[in-house]
């Protein structure tokens, strides 16, 4: 799985086992390993053209705000869960404590 693929389930709040299953799923239907009825088909692609449009969003955003990927990923979190000590912050992004400290002190 890619980490953009990793990335937009996680954001989403999909688990990555959840994540996992659903990209074995789409490369199965992509591939013709599975038949898909024709509105399983349409939701599918329907779903992938989202995805791209959030993706691209979320670049555009980033550059217009001077934020990296990580830094909207830490904005989100944030605005779910609310204030969150640095260590959860850190957990959820993959990251050290000291990482997100010094993120959050340069910005």
Known sequence: MS?????????????????????????????????????????????????????????????QFDLNRTDQRALDILHRLGVIPAKALAEALGLTTGGVTTRAGNG
């Open 3 to 63: 980490k953009t693929q990793v990335h937009i389930f996680h954001r989403s709040g999909v688990s990555l086992a959840l994540a996992y299953y659903l990209d074995i799923l789409i490369i199965r239907i992509s591939s013709g390993v599975v038949q898909a009825r024709p509105i399983v088909k349409t939701v599918f692609h329907t779903l992938r053209a989202l995805s791209n449009e959030i993706d691209r969003l979320d670049g555009v955003a980033a550059g």
